[in-house]
């Protein structure tokens, strides 16, 4: 199957500054990519569906000024978390759609892992 | 409203065959999704069923009814490492997936 990667996998940081994510799809153009996050013992919820060259759509209740999406190519969307708070530590996974195959089907990166401070 | 149900936790015993069910509401469909999420890790693909039938890929496969609103996945000669949450997913007129809040599958020895 198609390939994500998600840089970094583990992320610790004090309250108030700014995290990064990437997420890159290796062996497929992603058009669009979904960034998820997931509490302990909870199901996935989507923050926001990126589009490459385009704004991102966020699901209601996220806050767009908190994070920032960039999908500037067709390989990598960007997460950036700012001015993290010890509430918005999570575990957070992108996953794009790969549009080149038989089938639409989402493919996950491992997920990046945030402690706030 | 958008709905996926699935049971919480399931029980079953090494080498035997258990399905796991999902029933989805949503407003259109392109198709039904099963995932596999081993604890700390992210889910990982498993199938695809856009048209009505059985879909068998190795020792899993999947079902779909769509006029029931209805699918299963069904693992047949249970191994340890299948101990895993398996989350079910319809993907709505949006090309949205809609998530199913996973059903955690325990297997005994």
């Known amino acids: 199957g198609a390939v994500v990667s998600q840089h970094p996998s583990w992320v610790i940081c004090k309250s108030g500054t700014s995290v990064k994510i990437e997420c890159r799809s290796l062996?497929?153009?992603?058009?669009?990519m979904f960034w998820y996050r997931q509490f302990p013992k909870q199901s996935l919820m989507l923050m926001a569906t990126?589009?490459?060259?385009?704004?991102?759509?966020?699901e209601q209740g996220v806050e767009k000024d908190k994070f920032l999406i960039n999908h500037a190519s067709l390989t990598l969307s960007t997460l950036t978390v700012t001015s993290a708070h010890p509430e918005d530590s999570s575990f957070y996974i992108c996953?794009?759609?790969?549009?080149?195959?038989?089938?639409?089907?989402?493919?996950f990166g491992p997920g990046t892992r945030l402690l706030v401070l | 409203g958008q709905n996926i149900d699935q049971p919480t936790e399931m029980t079953a015993t090494e080498g035997a065959i258990v399905q796991i069910n999902c029933t989805y509401q949503?407003?259109?469909?392109?198709?039904l999704f099963w995932y596999q999420q081993h604890a700390g890790e992210a889910p990982t693909f498993l199938s695809y069923?856009?048209l009505d039938g059985l879909e068998e890929k190795g020792r899993f496969s999947s079902f779909l009814s769509r006029s029931k609103g209805y699918s299963y996945l069904l693992l047949k000669e249970l191994q340890m490492k299948d101990s895993a949450s398996y989350l079910c997913?319809?993907?709505?007129?949006?090309?949205?997936?809609?998530w199913g809040a996973g059903t955690k599958l325990i297997i005994k020895p």
């Open positions: 062996d497929f153009q992603a058009t669009t």
């Open positions: 069923n856009v």
């Open positions: 996953s794009a759609r790969d549009l080149g195959g038989q089938q639409e089907t989402q493919y």
């Open positions: 990126s589009n490459e060259g385009s704004k991102a759509t966020y």
């Open positions: 997913a319809a993907m709505d007129s949006n090309y949205q997936l809609i």
């Open positions: 949503t407003s259109g469909f392109n198709g």
